[in-house]
């Protein structure tokens, strides 16, 4: 008996051991924090410094829109303390990659706070044409598509949700693409800080001041951008892209962005949305069309090439580039996404 209950005791000692050693791990080491891609990573690494283990889903040039979800993903998720996503049903994968991966943390929805904007643009012609045309000619392409897109919905609910994405162009009542306004941005650093300084609160004063420095500097830019695009005329700042990821940054500086694709990559463009946007871009003398560095650039290059506009240069809608390209981090990517047009629409 006192064998086994040496035995019972060294058990006993090596299970507190077991569930007390990654406790003490976790209070003095870096959180463990998932951003969903590689705009929030970059403003996370920004605020947390070497205070996170930061993993990043969706990484450079990557399509948040359609990205498939790994199992190392959902094991990161599970490990994670803090999960920081977009929202606004940008990440569409997102509910499936939580359940299986039993997240026990904090989700911080980086949008919380902010005024997205509707789906609906109203004001553009394009949208109109929709309108009337949307269940006709986009009826095959959807039906296409929802094979790869939706192979778990089936049936009644497969059209049902065929149904709600013609409504609201594939996403859900809002535009999630609100990173595109620097504005919009403070409200993310805003939101990440408060989740970061709650789960270690011992490095609050960190983050703050890593805040303070971060929304300096996009203020800052903010300003710039103002002053270049100032000097473009009003007539020059519709362009073309090849989805409709910019309407936040039109609104804060007065482009209008018009797009072959939705809101989301994950839908083709029409035969007819296509003929649509050339006829546009001929009848209001549209001068550059835009690639994006996430997708194929053919459309837009054909779209170039059967009418007067120049392709412009690559906007970055919703990835970093490496850290060798023109936007390996966020405010360079807005930086150069600004001054790309400002140099193709300059007269
Ligand atoms: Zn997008």
Redesign the pocket.
């Known amino acids: 008996m006192p064998t086994l209950r040496a035995f019972l005791n060294s058990v006993a000692t090596v299970l507190v051991l077991s569930i007390a050693a990654p406790a003490t791990a976790q209070s003095d080491g870096p959180i463990p924090v998932v951003a969903t891609f590689s705009i929030l990573g970059d403003m996370v690494k920004r605020i947390g410094g070497q205070h996170v283990a930061l993993t990043t889903l969706v990484g450079p040039d990557g399509d948040t829109?359609v990205y498939q979800p790994t199992p190392a993903d959902a094991r990161a998720v599970s490990e994670a303390k803090i999960l920081v996503v977009n929202g606004l049903e940008f990440e569409g994968w997102l509910d499936r990659l939580i359940d299986a991966s039993n997240f026990r943390g904090t989700r911080v929805v980086a949008t919380d706070g902010i005024k997205p904007l509707s789906n609906e643009h109203d004001d553009h012609d394009m949208h109109d044409d929709h309108a009337k045309h949307d269940d006709h000619d986009k009826h095959d392409d959807h039906a296409k598509h929802d094979d790869h897109a939706k192979h778990d919905d089936h049936d009644k609910r497969d059209d049902h949700a065929k149904h709600d994405d013609h409504e609201g162009h594939d996403h859900g009542a809002f535009d999630?693409?609100a990173w595109q306004s620097l504005r919009n941005a403070v409200a993310y650093v805003n939101n990440i800080t408060a989740a970061l300084a709650l789960a270690n609160p011992v490095n609050a004063a960190d983050f703050y001041q890593n805040r303070a420095a971060y929304v300096a500097e996009i203020k800052n830019l903010d300003s710039k951008i103002r002053e270049v695009v100032a000097k473009l005329p009003v007539k020059n700042r519709t362009v073309v892209t090849s989805?409709d990821?910019f309407q936040y940054f039109g609104r804060d500086y007065g482009f209008e962005f018009v797009a072959p694709q939705g809101?989301?990559?994950e839908s083709e463009a029409s035969a007819k949305d296509v003929a649509r946007l050339i006829r546009q871009i001929r009848k209001q003398g549209i001068r550059a069309v835009f690639i994006e560095n996430i997708g194929d650039p053919r459309l837009l290059k054909r779209i170039a090439d059967e009418t007067q506009a120049v392709i412009g240069g690559t906007l970055y809608?919703?990835a970093l580039s490496g850290p060798d390209g023109p936007a390996p981090s966020y405010l360079d990517l807005m930086r150069h996404n600004a001054m790309t047009l400002a140099e193709a629409l300059t007269p």
């Open positions: 829109h999630p693409h989805h990821a809101l989301s990559t809608p919703g």
